[in-house]
Nanobody, 119 residues
């Protein structure tokens, strides 16, 4: 069982920045695939970014590419999402998720943290 706790959400003006953190339990965090997803009101949850173990690869949704950066600190069991040049359309609840391998789905989810970007 993996427990995930997000933090760092809040209210920010358009053009501003926020950094989300997700702390994970477990002694093998370094082998977890970690992802960030978001869900805006009235919309389906969508993929934002992922950090893979294999090759230390990362992936981003087109809508955030060049503005968001995912990183991880395996010593701290934490994954981060640095969000720059925020737009009102980035407003959503952001969720952290974990898969036990790069080929796993995401069976573990955090409770979410609200990000609100004002225009």
């Amino acid at each position: 069982q993996v427990q995930l706790v997000e933090s760092g959400g809040g209210l920010v003006q358009a053009g501003g920045s926020l950094r989300l953190s997700c702390a994970a339990s477990g002694r093998t965090f370094g082998s977890y695939k970690m992802g960030w997803f978001r869900q805006a009101p009235g919309k389906e949850r969508e993929f934002v970014s992922a950090s893979y173990v294999s090759g230390r690869n990362t992936a981003y949704a087109d809508s955030v590419k060049g503005r968001f950066t995912i990183s991880r600190d395996n010593a701290k069991n934490t994954v981060y999402l640095q969000m720059n040049s925020l737009k009102p359309e980035d407003t959503a609840v952001y969720y952290c998720a974990a898969g036990l391998t790069d080929w796993d789905n995401y069976p573990y989810w955090g409770q979410g943290t609200q990000v609100t970007v004002s225009s």
